[in-house]
């Protein structure tokens, strides 16, 4: 008899699935790419915000850090621009030819007999094109991106903005940005969904139907990683060797993940014993 479902003998695992972030996660940070999206934010928001451009640097930095994404930030702080346009401004430049095809990163996701999933703030587009050019295509169940979280391109200005005023550039604009710039206060919520917020997890844990209990989280970030483990997700940082009170595993290199982690290392064997019990009931010859 035929196996119907090759995965039915396997013992439970501690986790069902594995949740990834993308860019400097499925990545090095070293590979460059960042910077120039970092780059192109930059540019976009001089040129297409009209924001000063010495005041753009430090307010980029202050945004991200904020509210997890600049665009979340511009949003939050009254700028009203189509998502699409701005996707296509700093994502639609980059050189994805840096990345290199990954084969080893793609033969220990294929490996792993545990659901993978996507969980990226990034757009559709980008997502896609660095599984792509890493290889990775077909090694994920499903892909959470920034159009999963923010099905409708809303551009109206939040209705918790007090001032309302202009923020396109005018003499108010670089007041506010002056005053943005010199409080360490956290201001409105911002409309765009995105991670480090708790809205986003539990957004993608029910798009994805994920129990966050036997979830093990890769990031680069250690901000979504603290969210993400008060959201009962098993932590794991990525690029780093510095665990911490929310740092579940730290790991330098996704690469690395099988050998550092003893509940993958177990998956694989099982996955490895399986194989082997059906290479053996398949070659070995039944005698009347």
């Not at 035929?2 to 499925?26: A, G």
């Not at 077909?138 to 991106?145: A, H, L, N, P």
């Not at 923020?167 to 940005?177: A, M, Y």
């Not at 765009?192 to 139907?209: G, M, N, R, T």
Request: glycine letters at 4%.
């Amino acid at each position: 008899m035929e196996y119907e479902n090759q995965y039915q003998h396997i013992p439970k695992t501690k986790y069902d699935c594995l949740l990834f972030d993308v860019d400097d996660t499925l990545y090095p940070l070293n590979s460059g790419l960042s910077d120039h999206v970092t780059k192109n934010i930059i540019e976009y928001m001089i040129t297409k915000l009209g924001i000063a451009e010495d005041k753009v640097p430090e307010m980029c930095v202050r945004l991200y850090k904020e509210y997890g994404t600049t665009m979340a930030g511009l949003r939050a702080i009254g700028y009203d621009f189509d998502y699409d346009d701005c996707h296509s401004f700093v994502h639609g430049r980059l050189p994805y030819e840096i990345l290199k095809p990954d084969p080893v990163l793609k033969s220990l996701l294929q490996s792993l007999p545990i659901r993978k999933v996507i969980f990226s703030n990034a757009n559709e587009e980008h997502v896609a094109r660095v599984l792509g050019r890493l290889g990775l295509m077909d090694c994920f169940e499903g892909v959470i991106c920034f159009e999963t979280l923010n099905p409708i391109n809303k551009t109206k200005t939040p209705d918790n903005y007090e001032d309302g005023a202009d923020l396109k550039g005018s003499k108010q604009s670089t007041d506010f940005i002056e005053k943005f710039c010199e409080t360490n206060q956290l201001l409105q919520k911002s409309p765009v969904v995105c991670k480090p917020f708790e809205d986003a997890f539990e957004q993608a844990f029910k798009i994805a139907k994920i129990n966050p209990q036997r979830t093990l989280f890769f990031d680069d970030s250690i901000r979504n990683i603290q969210t993400g483990k008060d959201m009962g997700l098993h932590t794991i940082w990525v690029g780093s060797s510095h665990r911490t009170k929310s740092v579940d595993y730290a790991l330098e290199s996704i690469h690395n993940m099988r050998e550092a982690l003893p509940e993958l290392r177990e998956a694989f064997e099982t996955m490895e014993e399986v194989h082997y019990s059906e290479m053996v009931a398949i070659e070995t010859p039944v005698r009347a």
